[in-house]
């Protein structure tokens, strides 16, 4: 549903191919953009928590954080990676104007119990 809202043009984004090692945000800092792994993999890292989480392509990254300011853990990329930056004011929007687009938001948080909890906190 994501992808297909990016071809449609409904969501204006910014593609990246990143090396790995990069940190695409820490925990703190403002979360101003999400990012959906096209290709590669990204270690996200949570304080208190001893394990990295691995992400792979298919996945957003940072939604989480979506209703807060500042982003609530790391994300590092693992390996080289291709990814599609989405601000999040223009997701904000999007999930205001494209209801299926918000209702598979949602299943998709659900989906993931170990973010879930962090993300109405």
Same mark, same amino acid.
């Given at each position: 549903?994501? =992808? =297909? $809202? /990016?071809?449609?043009?409904?969501?204006? %984004?910014?593609?990246? @191919?990143?090396? &790995?090692?990069?940190? !695409?945000? @820490?925990?703190?800092?403002?979360?101003? *953009?999400?990012?959906? %792994?096209?290709?590669? *993999?990204?270690?996200?890292?949570?304080?208190?928590?001893?394990?990295?989480?691995? %992400?792979?392509?298919?996945?957003? /990254?940072? !939604?989480?954080?979506?209703?807060?300011?500042?982003?609530?853990?790391?994300? #590092? !990329? $693992?390996?080289?990676?291709?990814? %599609?930056? #989405?601000?999040?004011?223009? +997701?904000? =929007? &999007? /999930?205001?104007? #494209?209801?299926? +687009? @918000?209702?598979?938001? #949602? @299943?998709?948080? *659900?989906?993931?119990?170990?973010?879930?909890? /962090? &993300?109405?906190?």
């Amino acid at each position: 549903m994501l =992808k =297909k $809202a /990016i071809e449609e043009g409904k969501l204006h %984004v910014m593609q990246h @191919r990143l090396e &790995a090692g990069t940190c !695409l945000y @820490r925990t703190g800092e403002p979360a101003e *953009s999400f990012f959906l %792994v096209l290709q590669g *993999s990204v270690e996200v890292s949570t304080p208190g928590l001893p394990e990295k989480t691995p %992400v792979q392509q298919g996945h957003l /990254i940072g !939604l989480q954080d979506l209703m807060k300011e500042q982003h609530s853990h790391t994300a #590092i !990329l $693992a390996e080289d990676a291709a990814l %599609v930056e #989405i601000p999040k004011q223009e +997701l904000l =929007k &999007a /999930i205001q104007t #494209i209801t299926p +687009l @918000r209702l598979y938001l #949602i @299943r998709l948080m *659900s989906q993931q119990p170990n973010l879930a909890g /962090i &993300a109405y906190e």
